[in-house]
């Protein structure tokens, strides 16, 4: 096979394979493709309109979060029936009239909550015989779709959820409860906004669609090709250069895509057969390609949908989801890329050759001083301009910004237009295209991403309003970039034939968008009955003793079991789904054990937990589907490309218990510029030493007490505080008599540790060290009462008089009677962050030591 056919025909079925995962299987002929592409084209024009700040201004079509829920499932479900076959013998060329009258009879049950929510709100919990008859159709209808379009595993898991609603009674003691009736189950489930009309299908709804529409848009816009080629232009010179490309363009792609096989095809087409060509074995190659598109979920700002979750879950505006997500991304980035070069120095791998014209040495480095701060000295500018002038202009600000961002866009679109791209499918050759020329043919690709930007950290807009104004300047982009560049090229244009051809790209584009929310739409609403019987049985608490149960206590093994739960469940479901699930049964649980154990940890730090690991979701082995697309690609064994991609992302693996530990790798803690720059430093250095030890290899092949030193490393430049904490004991027991002084003595937001002895509602004594957070500064009794504690001190010492309900001595497991035994006031001791000197030390040593090494070894 030649290198061109490899590159331009990667593998068989991987069409079929995205197709069937991101948008259905199906593609119809004749009135039945008109219909699948109305029903999409008119969900995203219906997404775009509710986002909008249109319906205010006009008053119409202004609808309620239950109507406007009602109106995303009821697409997601015609269109489930429609695109997805029922099985692999369904046809794939038309619709089957049993697969019309399903999709109706969904759509029905889903549309039922918003033709008859002023009834159904008139008789709360009370349904008739026909509420119950819509919603049980509803239910099972919705299971079948999900079988349809997300697989087996995750409608099993609802089934099972529903059917502990109902067998309550009959299950083991330590999970049984009362049960349920159906028409309780039903009204719960579908009537109501717990369950599949809940927080999951609401995040969907208001963010997760626009974000998904925005990057079909930049796809279908050229953005995409783009960010490859300049990764291929910047790196495929370097040692491994197309796999360190593949890193850095899944990364760019993650931006604005948040599916994990979709990544794969998009850059793997071309990143792949690159990899293979300069030396990478066909299933490295593969697990490259994975483990770079995967991480793409965790990249901000889009991070699939499991950022807009977490606003909901954890109660924080999106702006700090993506801060405390940044570092984490970026260093795990940084060590896949280094993970890369490692590889390609084992097996002595070189890059691709440069273009010939590029610049040499000193002309070039000026070149790109020189296009660096201009972009930088622009950026401040603007930033600094808009805000000097905000007052100024007032309401006239945003038409000022306007007309500077389309003097922007006119710039660089000229500028793109000296510069013409190849088409997007276009094979890379067998030299690199030119770094200068190719990063200026698609700059102008960055203005909806700035816009994104600046409206979620500088305007502090919702996230669908920023994501609506970004799209809204893309669907601009997408209609003019074809004939102004033709305009600029050759000083005429057939504005007929290229404006026909931009409103195709903008309609092939969202119907795009439409087509790949199907997946989320249905998990997310599937979800919602994990979380609906969750809250109408009680599982939420039963969790919390069945976990204190198996892990005796003990916060690590409560963390391995969090994540065996994750990557046994990410086996069979999306990662969403996957998220959904554990987040909702485990990241509670987590917080108040841990708070229990006296280790506060904050509740984004177990909900990114969870999220890593159900990454996992779509490379392990046998079912990641992202495995899958990577080896129709490679011509690898899928298997072995899972087991290799696994592996390469086990950085992935170890890098939320550290953040567990350590919430400064989450930017939680930093207290000024010097302690945010050693927390990156230290970072930085500690994944890429960790990424070494995992490869066996740092400047030579590692020998095994050198790969234990470095990992000793990592570990220690990741957590300081385990080895400080033997030396400088972070905290000195005070007796429980000077519980009130020490509680009125605490700064605002302070915590109140103590430790705390009693008789357990199951029998057994418990010494328990508990953490409460005091909240701002007022007399001891009030900050008390607002943790929920009341004490008294008696001659037996100081007791627990009462324990709030649902406060957080509550759920730190404080009880009526118990004894308190001393309190813990911080010690003023030295910064854990002398243990980097160490931990530098040590690796120096081992440079030391390697570098000697490697030298003999080259001669």
Same mark, same amino acid.
């Not at 379009?149 to 009362?178: D, E, N, S």
């Not at 009204?187 to 963010?207: D, I, K, M, P, R």
């Not at 087991?643 to 400064?664: C, G, K, W």
């Given at each position: ?6 590159t ?9 394979l &995205? ?5 259905g ?6 009135? $039945? ?6 029903? $999409? ?14 319906p205010?201004?006009? +008053? ?30 369904s ?13 109706? =009879? ?25 509420d ?7 239910? &099972? ?11 087996l595993?995750?409608?099993?898991v ?10 309550g ?44 529409l ?23 010179? =370097?040692?491994? +250069? ?9 990364? =760019? ?11 794969? &095809?998009?850059?793997?087409t071309?990143? !792949? ?24 979920? !965790? ?19 999106? !702006? ?10 970026i ?28 610049l ?19 950026? +401040? ?23 500077i ?80 560049? #033709? ?6 244009v057939?504005?007929?034939? @290229? ?17 790949? #929310?199907?997946?989320?739409?249905i998990?997310?609403? @599937? ?6 019987a969750v809250?109408?049985? +009680? ?10 149960l198996?892990s ?33 049964? #485990? ?7 841990a ?39 490679s ?12 592996f390469?992302?086990a ?18 803690? !930093?207290d ?26 740092f400047m ?15 570990? @220690? ?10 030396v ?7 007796? $429980? ?20 002895r ?33 004490i ?44 980097f ?7 120096g040593?081992v440079?030391?030591?390697q ?9």
């Amino acid at each position: 096979m030649t290198e061109t056919t490899e590159t331009t025909n990667p593998g068989s079925g991987v069409d079929e394979l &995205v197709h069937a995962a991101d948008s259905g299987a199906r593609a119809p002929k004749g009135m $039945a493709e008109r219909v699948l592409f109305s029903l $999409a084209l008119g969900w995203s024009l219906f997404q775009l309109w509710y986002a909008s700040p249109l319906p205010f201004v006009f +008053g119409v079509f202004n609808l309620n979060f239950v109507e406007a829920r009602s109106t995303h499932l009821t697409f997601a479900l015609l269109l489930a029936f429609a695109a997805f076959p029922a099985s692999a013998h369904s046809p794939r060329d038309r619709v089957p009239v049993i697969d019309w009258v399903l999709a109706i =009879l969904a759509a029905s049950a889903a549309a039922y909550i918003l033709v008859f929510q002023d009834a159904l709100a008139s008789r709360p919990g009370a349904p008739i015989l026909t509420d119950i008859a819509i919603a049980s159709v509803g239910m &099972v209808l919705l299971l079948e779709a999900t079988r349809r379009a997300l697989g087996l595993p995750l409608a099993i898991v609802a089934i099972v959820f529903l059917g502990y609603g109902f067998a309550g009674p009959w299950m083991p003691a330590v999970i049984a409860h009362q049960g349920a009736s159906l028409a309780k189950t039903m009204s719960h489930q579908w009537l109501s906004s717990e369950g599949v009309f809940g927080v999951a299908l609401g995040v969907s709804t208001n963010f997760v669609f626009l974000f998904v529409l925005f990057g079909a848009l930049l796809e279908r816009a050229g953005a995409g090709a783009w960010f490859i080629r300049v990764s291929y232009a910047g790196l495929g010179h =370097l040692r491994g +250069g197309p796999a360190k490309a593949a890193v850095v363009s899944s990364g =760019l792609t993650g931006l604005i895509s948040g599916s994990s096989i979709a990544n794969v &095809v998009t850059t793997g087409t071309f990143t !792949i057969p690159l990899m293979k060509r300069v030396g990478f074995p066909a299933d490295k190659a593969g697990a490259v390609e994975v483990a770079s598109s995967v991480n793409g979920q !965790i990249m901000p700002p889009v991070m699939g949908a499991a950022a807009f979750l977490m606003v909901e879950y954890v109660g924080i505006p999106y !702006i700090e989801v993506i801060k405390h997500a940044f570092l984490p991304a970026i260093i795990s980035y940084a060590a896949l890329l280094y993970i890369v070069h490692l590889e390609a120095v084992k097996t002595g791998l070189v890059g691709l050759p440069r273009h010939e014209g590029r610049l040499r040495g000193r002309d070039r480095v000026i070149s790109n001083g020189l296009i660096l701060s201009g972009v930088l000295a622009f950026s +401040g500018a603007i930033y600094w301009g808009l805000a000097w002038t905000r007052g100024l202009l007032g309401d006239a600000l945003p038409w000022v910004a306007g007309a500077i961002l389309l003097g922007a866009y006119l710039g660089l679109l000229r500028l793109a237009s000296r510069y013409p791209q190849p088409a997007a499918d276009a094979p890379i050759g067998a030299q690199l295209p030119p770094l200068g020329e190719t990063v200026k043919g698609g700059l102008y690709y960055l203005i909806p991403v700035v816009i994104l930007v600046w409206c979620l950290m500088i305007e502090r807009f919702s996230p669908s309003l920023s994501a609506f104004w970004a799209t809204i300047c893309l669907i601009g982009i997408l209609l003019t970039q074809r004939p102004l560049q #033709m305009l600029f090229a050759t000083g005429r244009v057939s504005w007929g034939d @290229t404006f026909s051809a931009s409103v195709g790209d903008l309609v092939a584009g969202l119907v795009s968008g439409g087509r790949n #929310m199907v997946g989320i739409a249905i998990a997310t609403a @599937t979800a919602g009955i994990v979380v609906g019987a969750v809250t109408l049985t +009680g599982l939420g608490l039963v969790m919390t003793e069945f976990v204190e149960l198996i892990s005796g206590g003990n916060l690590v093994l409560m963390l391995v079991f969090t994540a065996i739960i994750s990557l046994i469940l990410g086996m069979g479901l999306p990662t969403t789904a996957n998220y959904i699930v554990v987040a909702t049964l #485990m990241a509670p649980v987590v917080v108040a054990l841990a708070a229990q154990g006296g280790l506060m940890v904050p509740l984004i730090a177990v909900h990114l937990f969870v999220f890593y690991f159900g990454l996992m979701a779509d490379v392990t082995p046998p079912v990641g589907l992202a495995t899958f697309a990577a080896s129709a690609i490679s011509g690898a064994d899928p298997i072995r490309t899972g087991i290799q991609a696994f592996f390469y992302s086990a950085r992935t693996i170890a890098l939320p218990f550290l953040f567990i530990f350590n919430t400064q790798i989450l930017l939680i803690g !930093i207290d000024g510029g010097w302690h945010l720059v050693l927390t990156v430093a230290s970072a930085f250095i500690a994944m890429l030493v960790f990424a070494a030890a995992t490869m066996g290899w740092f400047m030579t092949k590692s020998r095994l007490w050198e790969t234990a030193v470095l990992f000793l490393v990592a570990f @220690t430049l990741f957590r300081p505080g385990f080895f400080w904490d033997e030396v400088y004991p972070p905290y000195q027991a005070r007796p $429980a008599v000077e519980l009130e002084k020490i509680a009125g003595s605490l700064p605002d937001d302070g915590f109140l540790r103590l430790l705390a002895r009693g008789e357990k509602a199951t029998g057994g004594i418990v010494s328990r060290s508990v953490v409460l957070p005091m909240g701002r500064k007022q007399s001891a009794k009030k900050r008390l009462q607002g943790a929920g504690l009341r004490i008294n001190a008696g001659p037996d010492g100081v007791r627990v008089a009462s324990v709030g309900f649902g406060s957080s001595a509550e759920k730190a497991g404080l009880q009526a009677g118990w004894l308190v035994r001393s309190v813990s006031v911080p010690v003023d001791r030295p910064s854990k962050e002398w243990m980097f000197i160490l931990a530098l030390l040590l690796l120096g040593g081992v440079v030391v030591l390697q570098r000697r090494r490697a030298r003999l070894i080259k001669k």
